[in-house]
């Protein structure tokens, strides 16, 4: 297997990194954290690491300094679990999951995953089975239903599930073959524009203008990141969009926070005039559903030319299932995680993996696209799309191999956790969360602003230095 050094050298030169930053980065720490088959602490060390020489690529455009930089493997994966150690006012997180999500089993004696945290999916999935939403009602309907059909039914409805597949099962679908075919990132130009001057600033990203119109996790774990080194992040949200409070709070350190309409006219137009006024715009939302409003890449680039646009799916952007919604723990149990690991542990029946790792590893990947897209801006010009999706980066994570005694290893907790909390002032009371895990030696990564509750600010950019 290649040690974690060497997949971040492959990494960072397939999105055009100088392959001599690497001589800067020092990895410490060693597998495995957490009980996986999978390499999960690694793939955590790598896609921060690479995000963190994103922005030290961009300090060294932006001052001419070089820097050091360390990340640690236990810190790094802690960090992709950062919503479990999260306390307030000394408070741990309340269930992660609905009443009746989770693992059922079909009459063909399939096992299928339900995803029912938004009160629309769990409409959506009880409609479909005609039951009411308690889990020995879902479980008696899902008897009169096989799994695939269950699966293409419940999407079509407008709900979100997942069958669940070995790696081979998955491997032979026309979908898994697409996706085979597309990189981890993708990073393209989309139109033509002069190369935009870097705004003044002491931090690597300082004055840069972030939209982030995402929720969960892999989206706000993005404009997090670019948070940490420095960026003016406004999260976009509505008032009737359904959230969850608990990654709301900790996605939500270093960004402003605003309600934006997108479905009435005023809204579009507020939105337009902050785009106009962008760097870059991070969204996750359904593909297709920012292009219905008018904001699709190419809206984009019309409306500001020079603009950096992230786009996050499920599935990644090519195949029969391109436009199919998803969570990380669908895409787990779709593409064969849940089986692998399942068979790896010796037990029957599904098992997660240790973390949402597809979520935060994607969300770490946004933010490294974005900045390598937004140097490739600052030198040639051009207006840009970087595209990632779950499936893509549970390709890339299961290529990674995999370990015979993962799951030896201890779960992390208590005093092995300890030394990487903070403890900082927010909207919602003082938190105890988990550090940003990259250390730099010139432009320290921190959060400069608190968590705050959605909509707490106005839909406006703070001014410029």
């Given at each position: 297997?290649?040690?974690p050094?060497?997949?971040l050298?492959g990494?960072?030169?397939?999105?055009?990194?100088?392959?001599?930053?690497?001589?800067?980065?020092?990895?410490?720490?060693?597998?495995?954290?957490?009980?996986?088959?999978?390499?999960?602490?690694?793939?955590?060390?790598?896609?921060?690491?690479?995000?963190?020489?994103?922005?030290?690529?961009?300090?060294?455009?932006?001052?001419?300094?070089?820097?050091?930089?360390?990340?640690?493997?236990?810190?790094?994966?802690?960090?992709?679990r950062?919503?479990?150690?999260?306390?307030?006012?000394?408070?741990?997180?309340p269930?992660?999951?609905?009443?009746?999500?989770?693992?059922?089993?079909?009459?063909?004696?399939?096992?299928?995953?339900?995803?029912?945290?938004?009160?629309?999916?769990?409409?959506?999935?009880?409609?479909?089975?005609?039951?009411?939403?308690?889990?020995?009602?879902?479980?008696?309907?899902?008897?009169?239903?096989?799994?695939?059909?269950?699966?293409?039914?419940?999407?079509?409805?407008?709900?979100?599930?997942?069958?669940?597949?070995?790696?081979?099962?998955?491997?032979?679908?026309?979908?898994?073959?697409?996706?085979?075919?597309?990189?981890?990132?993708?990073?393209?130009?989309?139109?033509?524009?002069?190369?935009?001057?870097?705004?003044?600033?002491?931090?690597?990203?300082?004055?840069?203008?972030?939209?982030d119109?995402?929720?969960?996790?892999?989206?706000?774990?993005?404009?997090?990141?670019?948070?940490?080194?420095?960026?003016?992040?406004?999260?976009?949200?509505?008032?009737?969009?359904?959230?969850?409070?608990?990654?709301?709070?900790?996605?939500?350190?270093?960004?402003?926070?605003?309600?934006?309409?997108?479905?009435?006219?005023?809204?579009?137009?507020?939105?337009?005039?902050?785009?106009?006024?962008?760097?870059?715009?991070?969204?996750?939302?359904?593909p297709?559903?920012l292009?219905?409003?008018?904001?699709?890449?190419?809206?984009?680039?019309?409306?500001?030319?020079?603009?950096?646009?992230?786009?996050?799916?499920?599935?990644?952007?090519?195949?029969?299932?391109?436009?199919?919604?998803?969570?990380?723990?669908?895409?787990?149990?779709?593409?064969?995680?849940?089986?692998?690991?399942?068979?790896?542990?010796?037990?029957?029946?599904?098992k997660?993996?240790?973390?949402?790792?597809?979520?935060?590893?994607?969300?770490?990947?946004?933010?490294?696209?974005?900045?390598?897209?937004?140097?490739?801006?600052?030198?040639?010009?051009?207006?840009?799309?970087?595209?990632?999706?779950?499936?893509?980066?549970?390709?890339?994570?299961?290529?990674?191999?995999?370990?015979?005694?993962?799951?030896?290893?201890?779960?992390?907790?208590?005093?092995?956790?300890?030394?990487?909390?903070?403890e900082?002032?927010?909207?919602?009371?003082?938190?105890?969360?988990?550090?940003?895990?990259?250390?730099?030696?010139?432009?320290?990564?921190?959060?400069?602003?608190?968590?705050?509750?959605?909509?707490?600010?106005?839909?406006?950019?703070?001014?410029?230095?």
């Open positions: 297997m290649q040690t050094r060497e997949i050298a990494l960072w030169t397939s999105a055009g990194g100088d392959p001599g930053a690497l001589e800067a980065v020092t990895l410490t720490g060693e597998e495995p954290q957490l009980p996986s088959s999978f390499r999960v602490a690694a793939a955590a060390q790598i896609v921060i690491a690479a995000a963190a020489m994103a922005a030290a690529q961009i300090w060294r455009l932006r001052s001419g300094q070089s820097q050091q930089i360390a990340v640690d493997m236990r810190h790094a994966v802690i960090e992709c950062s919503e479990r150690y999260l306390r307030v006012d000394g408070k741990p997180p269930p992660a999951w609905d009443a009746i999500a989770g693992i059922y089993n079909t009459r063909d004696q399939r096992f299928v995953r339900l995803h029912t945290n938004f009160p629309h999916h769990r409409a959506a999935v009880c409609n479909v089975l005609n039951c009411k939403p308690e889990r020995e009602n879902v479980q008696a309907a899902l008897m009169q239903w096989d799994g695939e059909a269950f699966e293409t039914t419940a999407y079509a409805a407008g709900g979100v599930v997942a069958m669940m597949r070995s790696h081979e099962e998955w491997s032979d679908l026309p979908h898994a073959k697409a996706v085979a075919t597309l990189p981890t990132i993708s990073i393209e130009k989309i139109g033509e524009a002069a190369p935009k001057p870097w705004p003044a600033g002491n931090r690597p990203l300082a004055g840069l203008r972030v939209l119109l995402s929720r969960v996790i892999a989206g706000p774990v993005a404009g997090r990141t670019l948070a940490v080194h420095g960026a003016d992040v406004l999260l976009i949200s509505g008032p009737e969009l359904p959230a969850i409070p608990w990654l709301t709070i900790d996605t939500g350190r270093g960004k402003l926070s605003s309600f934006v309409e997108l479905k009435t006219d005023q809204g579009r137009g507020v939105l337009r005039e902050l785009l106009a006024q962008a760097d870059i715009l991070s969204q996750g939302y359904r297709r559903a292009e219905a409003l008018g904001f699709s890449p190419q809206d984009a680039a019309r409306i500001n030319p020079g603009i950096i646009y992230v786009s996050l799916s499920a599935y990644g952007h090519a195949g029969p299932w391109a436009e199919r919604r998803g969570f990380d723990s669908l895409v787990q149990t779709a593409t064969g995680f849940n089986h692998a690991e399942g068979q790896a542990a010796g037990v029957e029946g599904p997660e993996l240790p973390a949402q790792m597809l979520d935060h590893a994607t969300g770490y990947l946004m933010a490294f696209g974005a900045m390598m897209a937004k140097a490739r801006q600052s030198r040639e010009g051009g207006s840009w799309h970087v595209r990632v999706s779950l499936a893509q980066t549970g390709s890339w994570l299961w290529n990674l191999g995999r370990m015979a005694d993962g799951f030896k290893a201890e779960d992390l907790k208590g005093d092995a956790v300890s030394p990487f909390v903070e900082v002032a927010s909207g919602f009371g003082s938190l105890r969360a988990i550090r940003h895990s990259a250390v730099l030696s010139k432009t320290p990564a921190f959060w400069s602003r608190p968590a705050m509750p959605l909509g707490s600010h106005p839909p406006q950019w703070p001014a410029r230095d």
